[in-house]
DNA sequence: TAATTTGGTTTACATTATAAACCTATTTAT
DNA sequence: ATAAATAGGTTTATAATGTAAACCAAATTA
């Protein structure tokens, strides 16, 4: 019954939750939009988001805005099956 | 309305939420209770166990059963609130 | 043309988690 | 009686992680 799953820690971390909430709920998000939505700096960000794309649970594009780069993010299949165990998991430490 | 307030470091950790998960329910266990149900390694738990300690989530008493050390701990109200607080936080980034 | 801003990445450092090693005392086996 | 194993942990060393600070290139503004 109260059995404690290991929690994924790709998704056990502050920032890259609320990274993958954000992008379970808009499907496509910029980096400064995740960036103003987490209130992360644009390091820290930098790094989590790398590391989602490697785990496989986002895609990031890069292309331009007129001449400016810009980061497009999204959550793969993957990443909402990870995201969905891992909320499962959660809830039995929670209640 | 969807704003990701800080997670307490403290609870945000695998083994420390089992810890008070497990405290929440039984209001007093032992070392050996917590490690089985955990499934964590002593070391690791003593650890962790010191740190909610320290944080005044949880009260550690040491006795003796016969001859042999035993070690029980309880959850405290400030530890209680902590936990609750965590969880009404943590909904927001899992819906 | 110098300073500032945008949109990030890289790097260095501090914190954290974890396992391994260790410790003290007790119990069991020889 | 002595040695080996077990109980019930703690301490310490190392690896992994998170984060901010420093940095970079190009574009914009003063």
Known sequence: MSEFKPLDPLLHSQLRLAVMSLLLSVEEAEFTFLKE???S??????????????????????????????TTCKITGKGIKAFEAYVENLKKYIQ
Do not use: M, W
């Open 41 to 70: 700096t644009a390091g820290n960000l930098s790094v989590q988001l790398d590391k989602l794309e490697k785990a496989g649970y986002i895609e990031i594009e890069k292309s331009f805005r007129g001449k400016r780069p810009l």
């Open 37 to 39: 939505k987490t209130e």
